[in-house]
C-alpha cells in the first residue's frame, strides 16, 4: 500500500530541496512523491537512509523556491519547556499540530534493529501516523528534533524525537556520501552541566564543575563494558575536554567501528585513562 510520512525541509540549495523524514515504510533509493505546503508536488529520491536513528534524507527538484526551516540548538533545551510536534497536512486537512511539555533529554535506541544510542527528545505531545517524519519545534518556531516512530524502550503516550544537533550529524553523511558511518561507545550519561547541585553532589561531582558527561549506563558487549562503570565521570577523549553528550555524538560521527579512542574518566576524585577500540 501506498505510505505517507511528514518530512521537514532541512535545506535548499540549487533548486534542491533535502527534506529529512523517518524512514519508516521508505525503500533504499526508492523514487518517491513529495506534496509541499502549497499544495503542489514534485518527484524525489531517497538519497540514504540511517538504520540507527531511523532517519531518511530524500531530495526533490521542486520547480519553485521552498523555505528551509530555521533550526535550533538541542543542547539549550531543557525539561520541561513547552514544545509543538507537526506533521504535513494530510489530503486538504489541516497540519496536524500537538504541544506538551518535554521531558529531559534521554538516550536510548530509537531503532530495535541498531545498537546506536541516539540522543532523543521526549515530551508528552501525541504522535501519530500523520506527523511521524515531521518537526519538533521550540517556541521560537525552531526545529530542536525529527519526530520518529516509538522506540522499543519508550513510554506509553510520550513522543519521540531525533535531537536536530543529532539530526545534523545524520544529514551531513548523508547527504555527502548516501551512508552514515559512526562508531558505537555504548555509554549512556547526562551532561554534567544540565546537572543541578543535588545530582552532583548525589554523584560525587565538584558544584563547580560544568563541562564532561556522568555516566548513568554502559551497553553490555560494548567496547566500554567493563572499563567503564556507572558513575564514573568522562571529561575527555583524545586529550580533548568534553564539554556534553552532544559533542561526544559529533566525535563518534567522525570515527568508525575499529579506531582506538583514549577516554579520561574521574571515578572516585582520581582521573585515570582508558584506552578502547570502538565497535
Known amino acids: 500500500g501506498i505510505r505517507s510520512n511528514s518530512g521537514v525541509v532541512i535545506a535548499f540549495e540549487k533548486d534542491t530541496a533535502y527534506i529529512m523524514t523517518s524512514s519508516q515504510g521508505l525503500q533504499a533509493n526508492a523514487s518517491v512523491s513529495v506534496l509541499f505546503e502549497n499544495t503542489l508536488s514534485a518527484e524525489g529520491?531517497?538519497?540514504?537512509?540511517?538504520?540507527?536513528?531511523?532517519?531518511?534524507?530524500?531530495?526533490?527538484?521542486?520547480?519553485?523556491?521552498?523555505?528551509?526551516?530555521?533550526?535550533?540548538?538541542?543542547?539549550?533545551?531543557?525539561?520541561?519547556?513547552?514544545?509543538?510536534?507537526?506533521?504535513?497536512?494530510?489530503?486538504?486537512?489541516s497540519a496536524m499540530v500537538s504541544s506538551g511539555t518535554l521531558s529531559s533529554p534521554v538516550q536510548m535506541e530509537a531503532a530495535s534493529d541498531s545498537i546506536w544510542i541516539s540522543?532523543?527528545?521526549?515530551?508528552?505531545?501525541?504522535?501519530?501516523?500523520?506527523?511521524?517524519?515531521?518537526?519538533?519545534?521550540?517556541?521560537?518556531?525552531?526545529?530542536?528534533?525529527?519526530?520518529?516512530?516509538?522506540?522499543?524502550?519508550?513510554?506509553?503516550?510520550?513522543?519521540?524525537?531525533?535531537?536536530?544537533?543529532?539530526?545534523?550529524?545524520?544529514?551531513?553523511?548523508?547527504?555527502?556520501?548516501?551512508?552514515?558511518?559512526?562508531?558505537?561507545?555504548?555509554?549512556?550519561?547526562?551532561?554534567?552541566?544540565?546537572?543541578?547541585?543535588?545530582?552532583?553532589?548525589?554523584?560525587?561531582?565538584?558544584?563547580?564543575?560544568?563541562?564532561?558527561?556522568?555516566?548513568?549506563?554502559?551497553?553490555k558487549e560494548s567496547c566500554v563494558d567493563g572499563f567503564i562503570l556507572q558513575g564514573d565521570l568522562l571529561s575527555a577523549v583524545d586529550g580533548k575536554s568534553l564539554l556534553n553528550e552532544d559533542e561526544l555524538h559529533t566525535i563518534l560521527y567522525g570515527h568508525a567501528a575499529g579506531d582506538t579512542m583514549i577516554l579520561t574518566i574521574v571515578r572516585s576524585g582520581t582521573e585515570q585513562q582508558v584506552s578502547v577500540i570502538l565497535k
Open 119 to 219: 540522543n532523543l527528545l521526549e515530551a508528552d505531545v501525541t504522535v501519530g501516523e500523520n506527523n511521524i517524519g515531521g518537526g519538533m519545534l521550540n517556541l521560537s518556531g525552531e526545529l530542536i528534533g525529527v519526530i520518529i516512530p516509538k522506540p522499543v524502550n519508550g513510554q506509553m503516550d510520550m513522543g519521540y524525537a531525533v535531537s536536530v544537533n543529532e539530526m545534523k550529524n545524520v544529514y551531513n553523511d548523508l547527504k555527502n556520501t548516501g551512508s552514515v558511518t559512526r562508531a558505537n561507545l555504548g555509554i549512556i550519561g547526562r551532561s554534567v552541566s544540565k546537572m543541578n547541585a543535588y545530582e552532583k553532589s548525589a554523584n560525587n561531582i565538584s558544584l563547580d564543575q560544568t563541562s564532561g558527561i556522568c555516566v548513568s549506563g554502559v551497553q
Open 45 to 93: 529520491t531517497v538519497v540514504g537512509s540511517d538504520a540507527g536513528t531511523g532517519l531518511t534524507l530524500i531530495k526533490t527538484v521542486p520547480g519553485f523556491e521552498v523555505k528551509a526551516i530555521k533550526q535550533g540548538d538541542s543542547s539549550l533545551v531543557n525539561a520541561g519547556e513547552i514544545v509543538v510536534a507537526m506533521g504535513g497536512r494530510r489530503d486538504g486537512d
